[in-house]
């Protein structure tokens, strides 16, 4: 990947969680629940990171992005 910001830059994201970028320091990758994943930010930063993600949200609106077809 050409930049560590691709698809935040793509799809105009916000940022990665601080708490999330934390918590990969710590915890290794593994199974991954995000429960209110809005847009999937920080879902595809942790698929970035090795976890096996799923991601839900319960607004229908926030997994209209093309972002999802990633995760």
């Known amino acids: 990947m050409a930049s560590e910001n691709y698809y935040t830059e793509k799809y105009g994201l ?3 969680h601080s708490e999330v ?7 290794p990758p593994g199974k ?3 429960l209110g ?5 920080n879902s595809l930063y942790l698929n970035q ?8 949200d319960k607004n229908p609106m926030s997994k209209n992005t093309p ?3 990633f995760l």
């Open 14 to 16: 916000t940022r990665t």
């Open 21 to 27: 970028l934390n918590a990969v320091t710590i915890v």
């Open 32 to 34: 991954t629940l995000d």
């Open 37 to 41: 994943c809005g847009s999937g930010r």
């Open 49 to 56: 990171k090795g976890f096996d993600v799923t991601a839900w």
């Open 67 to 69: 972002l999802f077809s």
